[in-house]
């Protein structure tokens, strides 16, 4: 399979892969700038395919900076691969995932940034925001870009299918339908729901994002804010509706 590549955003390029027997997106991000960054190292399966990606945008040498949510293959499969490639790059994570795996996965120590901490790579400003056990595991951060409000939100928000890159359309609905079938399969409580879901939700909403970096379905462009409010409430009915 080739992978897809779109600028979702300016200097922000959507490197996707579309695994038809899982009928499932698996998305890097590739952000343009004087020390380049990429999110999400996505599968060890798909590193000749998301490489390929990445060259049709910069060298993949240049990368200095390399970050993903949680300790999980998509998101840091390939790590050492890519580390293998960029000599001068620096993987980045919250400190529980530096302690938990990353410091020990990697083949280079982590960069671990606390809540006040930020990654200039040039002309953007990441930071990561640490968001236990959402999308998943204890480990679980995202990363925002302060500059064009772009939130990279790893699984929230996730969508099957072979779908466009960028929509202003109704990912929730989407996403809702997608989440419920989880719910009810062998991937029953997936995005787990505990008493903090809904305010880290809110916290992420209240940075008002305008570009939603979404690993698995289309990329969002509009009220991303709302849009996390919406996945939360998806979240909250099928909690109580499973009896939780």
Same mark, same amino acid.
């Given at each position: 399979m080739n992978a897809t590549v779109d600028e979702i955003a300016p200097d922000l390029f959507r490197i996707t892969c579309f695994v038809e027997r899982a009928n499932f997106?698996?998305? @890097? $991000?590739? %952000?343009?700038d004087e020390e380049p960054l990429l999110y999400? *190292?996505? &599968?060890? /399966? &798909?590193? #000749?395919?998301?490489?390929a990606g990445v060259e049709s945008v910069l060298d993949p040498a240049t990368i200095r900076w390399v970050g993903f949510s949680h300790f999980e293959s998509d998101e840091c499969g390939a790590l050492n691969d890519w580390? /293998?490639?960029? *000599?001068?790059?620096?993987? $980045?994570? @919250? $400190? %529980? /995932?530096?302690? *938990?795996?990353?410091?020990? $996965?990697?083949?280079?120590? #982590?960069? %671990? &940034? /606390?809540? !006040?901490e930020r990654i200039q790579t040039g002309s953007h400003t990441f930071q990561v925001i640490e968001t236990k056990h959402v999308p998943h595991g204890w480990d679980a951060s995202l990363l925002f870009e302060e500059s064009s409000s772009t939130l990279?939100?790893? !699984? &929230?928000v996730g969508q099957g299918g072979n779908v466009e890159a960028l929509t202003e359309g109704d990912i929730v609905g989407r996403s809702e339908d997608y989440t419920q079938r989880q719910s009810q399969g062998p991937m029953s409580g997936a995005v787990p729901f505990t008493g903090e879901t809904i305010p880290i939700l809110e916290r992420l909403a209240a940075l008002n994002p305008t570009t939603l970096a979404c690993m698995h379905g289309s990329s969002f462009t509009g009220d991303g804010g709302q849009v996390l409010r919406d996945f939360g409430t998806i979240l909250q009915r099928l909690n109580s509706k499973n009896g939780h």
């Amino acid at each position: 399979m080739n992978a897809t590549v779109d600028e979702i955003a300016p200097d922000l390029f959507r490197i996707t892969c579309f695994v038809e027997r899982a009928n499932f997106q698996f998305s @890097s $991000f590739l %952000v343009r700038d004087e020390e380049p960054l990429l999110y999400h *190292t996505n &599968l060890r /399966g &798909l590193f #000749p395919e998301i490489k390929a990606g990445v060259e049709s945008v910069l060298d993949p040498a240049t990368i200095r900076w390399v970050g993903f949510s949680h300790f999980e293959s998509d998101e840091c499969g390939a790590l050492n691969d890519w580390l /293998g490639i960029a *000599t001068h790059a620096e993987p $980045f994570c @919250s $400190f %529980v /995932g530096a302690r *938990t795996s990353i410091g020990d $996965f990697s083949e280079r120590p #982590p960069r %671990v &940034l /606390g809540a !006040d901490e930020r990654i200039q790579t040039g002309s953007h400003t990441f930071q990561v925001i640490e968001t236990k056990h959402v999308p998943h595991g204890w480990d679980a951060s995202l990363l925002f870009e302060e500059s064009s409000s772009t939130l990279f939100c790893s !699984d &929230l928000v996730g969508q099957g299918g072979n779908v466009e890159a960028l929509t202003e359309g109704d990912i929730v609905g989407r996403s809702e339908d997608y989440t419920q079938r989880q719910s009810q399969g062998p991937m029953s409580g997936a995005v787990p729901f505990t008493g903090e879901t809904i305010p880290i939700l809110e916290r992420l909403a209240a940075l008002n994002p305008t570009t939603l970096a979404c690993m698995h379905g289309s990329s969002f462009t509009g009220d991303g804010g709302q849009v996390l409010r919406d996945f939360g409430t998806i979240l909250q009915r099928l909690n109580s509706k499973n009896g939780h």
